[in-house]
């Protein structure tokens, strides 16, 4: 794509810069010559070693932990090309942070979701790409153009050939049903749902499981992980009701805390996730395969820098 060159700019910063390596060797384009790093009292700060003036700039970083140091490094980033007269400034944020308060859910509660939204585009971003929003509704958020990725698609090519038309795939809550049915639509397939309450943050109770699975394989699907207890609870209690085999993915591995010990010791037999967030390959547990949703922002990006649709991306 040496027609781009020079058009456009690709930068990143601490959070997950192989990521951005993989996008600009798929674009064609070196990645942005820029040091994101700290004083040493920890305030951050950005030094960009190349010129933008009249650039299309892409800033690939996601915010995910240390969430409070990303989120501030995109945020100081934006403000230093936005001073160095770039044309336009496009935040490519693959997992999109604090989006698990999106509404008020009792007394006295904030939105982050919508403080984060306000927080990038006060600093100057002119676009958003991410992917698989927590809630769809948070793209409303914004005042400027928000392009939302799936990362569905790569999760159930990826299943294609290890499971059989007997398999169902499980939302599970009530929240994921659209996209449970948007993956089973792809693999041709049916759905069930796990019905249960969350009587506070990252502790769930599993109620009851709505639709037919004894006796077959199960294929759970979820936007985040977070700890995992969630879903290896879901995964057990498929079990319990007759599930042959239970397999899982999820686009964004945060994996804090306990995670990788739950699911190693679960009955999940594969769990599937993408690189919206970095892991540890060693660290992963032998249990958790990662696929690579590179491409798909690469492609969105060009189309982006090239005025083409992206519409076919969201199928």
């Known amino acids: 794509m040496d027609f781009m060159r020079g058009k456009i700019k690709v930068f990143s910063g601490n959070a ?72 336009r400034i496009n935040a490519v944020i693959p997992y999109y942070g604090y989006a698990r308060q999106d509404r008020k859910t009792k007394a006295r509660e904030p939105i982050t979701a919508k403080l984060v939204a306000d927080l990038l585009t006060v600093a100057g971003v002119d676009r958003v790409v991410t992917m698989d929003l927590h809630a769809g509704q948070i793209q409303g958020y914004f005042n400027i153009p928000v392009d939302h990725l799936s990362g569905v698609p790569i999760l159930a090519e990826y299943f294609k050939d290890i499971i059989d038309k007997e398999t169902v795939i499980v939302s599970p809550d009530l929240g994921g049903v659209t996209r449970a049915r948007n ?5 041709d397939l049916p759905i069930a749902i796990i019905e249960k309450r969350r009587p506070k943050a990252n502790v769930s109770e599993v109620m009851n499981v709505i639709g037919d699975i ?37 686009t964004h591995p945060v ?61």
């Open 16 to 87: 997950n810069k192989k990521f951005a390596e993989d996008i600009c060797k798929e674009l064609g384009v070196p990645l942005g010559c820029c040091e994101v790093g700290k004083f040493s009292d920890g305030e951050i700060f950005v030094n960009i070693d190349e010129t933008a003036r009249g650039s299309d700039v892409f800033i690939i970083q996601p915010t995910c932990s240390p969430v409070n140091d990303n989120l501030m490094e995109i945020l100081i980033l934006v403000d230093a090309l936005k001073r160095a007269s770039v044309g």
């Open 183 to 187: 993956f089973a639509n792809l693999l």
């Open 214 to 250: 004894e006796g077959r394989n199960v294929v759970i699907i979820d936007d985040i992980i977070d700890t995992a207890g969630t879903i290896t609870k879901a995964a057990q209690v498929l079990k319990e009701f007759g599930a042959k085999s239970v397999y899982a993915c999820a």
């Open 255 to 315: 994996l804090s805390g306990p995670a990788i010990e739950r699911i190693e010791s679960s009955v999940i037999k594969k769990f599937i996730i993408t690189d919206t967030i970095p892991t540890i390959k060693e660290n992963n547990g032998s249990k958790i395969e990662v696929v690579s949703v590179a491409p798909i922002f690469a492609e969105a990006i060009r189309r982006i820098h090239e005025n083409e649709s992206v519409s076919i991306l969201f199928d």
